[in-house]
């Protein structure tokens, strides 16, 4: 269980937070799957901006599997919800370009979101948003939760309207905040975990989207470092013995982002990436943090959240299939990878996120400690592989997955990649027993899908063209990491 409801005397009194990021907030899925893997169970959790829509499950008393389910099977075009036609035609009456209707009538359905079954549970959870009314981020208890409460935690400023409840008006938290610590403080918290999402790196991009983000961006990362302040004051209040909200020794605070940028949400709704890639990078980059925790937690600066200037990249998915025997039991199995190349300051970097399904399980498993070299070959062509770390049934698996590559233009064309030859043993035995063994296939639509879907982009924020991936590919193919 990754929330507990009873808090004894003995027990850290435990916050997760979870942070905006539109619907790229699968992300948190991924990390909440590692923390419920390493055993950390949570006094209180808090949901802002596209957060609230994990709370709302966990608050639904659904588990963090359950979460992974959702968003894989979700269709990201029901977060897009247009007013009537002809009101476009007078956009200084619009109250935003959309509206919340496709969410409330087919997005919360689909998480299995019920307001009556919040409120009846009443976990400690709670859903921050900006009243507008009062001008002031307030946290919503599940008890007192309203479905408007929800939409309009998610609604920003020209994209979708402020919604009211109870007369007063509410709209999303992101530009007071977008990650509510001092709730969890106030809740008495002594370690605060945050799954944080919202970009902080250096360079300033053009266009009006990339700039809308920027504004975002430095509103909930400036109010970060303000919540910091306040920690560190509440802390030496701590060391002299003053504890206002009850703590028993200082307050840390543990941070998890991405390693680098998350693509913005228009590449999700495009299929350039998906919430399953999201999932398997989340999971991984907390499977790192979790490996080397910081003793008595995060420093807590402005450099927290900052990731490179990340030049040049190119991101694509590989998807392969089949049957293969699972202790004896021949099922379906399937591995999805996604493979990043990215241009760090003139040295090529290659990140690499997994998860296989086992059929006879009906279980997916996100890959951590994942590594990709690639294996000269006199044949002509490369071998590349993949070697991945993976907890299944309470175990450590090592997944070893290869495939052959020849050039951009058979990938252009959808003749590289077809098959993934796998092989799955328990990790760390002198002499392990093979569990899976065998080829899976990726079929022709999805090589084909590969390259036109694939998530290019330059240093400049500008999207990359068909040379642009041929240059990228070749990169990454002939080893220049």
Known sequence: MLIQEIHTDTDVNRSLILAGGGVRVAYQVGVMKALEEEGLEFNHVDG???GIFNA?????????????????????????????????????KLKGMGDTDAIRTKVLPHFKVRINSIREKGLPITFSLC????????????????????????????????????????IDAVWIKDAHLMEAVRRGAEEIWVVWGIGNHPAYFS?????????????????????????????????????????????????????LPLPLDPDLFFNKITSRDLI???????????????EAGAQLNEGLTSTPAIGNYLGFRLQFSGELAWKEKVDRVSMDVFLRYADLGGEGRMDVFTSLFIGDLDQEYSGFQTRFRRIPSESGFSIYEIETSMMIENRVYLVVGRFNGNSPWHWMLGMDFKELELVLYPKGGADPEIAMEGT?????????????????????????GMGFKVKMIKKMLYNEV
């Open 48 to 50: 802002t901006s596209g």
């Open 56 to 92: 709302a499950m966990l608050a639904c008393g659904q588990q963090v599997d359950d979460l992974r389910t959702n968003w894989i099977h979700l269709n990201l075009a029901h977060f897009v919800s247009p007013v009537r036609f002809r009101d476009y035609f007078t956009p200084w």
């Open 131 to 170: 009243n507008f009314s009062k001008k002031v981020v307030q946290a919503i208890p599940s008890k007192d939760l309203h479905e408007n409460h929800l939409l309009a935690g998610i609604s920003l400023p020209i994209v979708m309207p402020a919604l009211q409840v109870a007369g007063e008006w509410f």
């Open 207 to 259: 266009g009006a989207l990339n700039q809308y983000v920027h504004s975002i961006e430095m509103s909930a990362n400036g109010a970060l470092w303000e919540e910091f302040e306040q920690i560190k004051w509440i802390n030496k209040g701590i060391q002299r013995g003053e504890s206002e909200f009850g703590q028993q020794r200082p307050i840390e605070v543990h941070l998890i982002h991405p390693s």
């Open 280 to 294: 398997n990078m989340g999971y991984q980059d907390a499977k790192k943090y979790l490996s080397d925790i910081p």
């Open 440 to 464: 899976l296939f990726q079929s022709f639509s999805s090589r084909i899908k590969g390259f036109w879907r694939a998530l290019a982009k330059k240093s400049d924020g500008a999207s990359g």
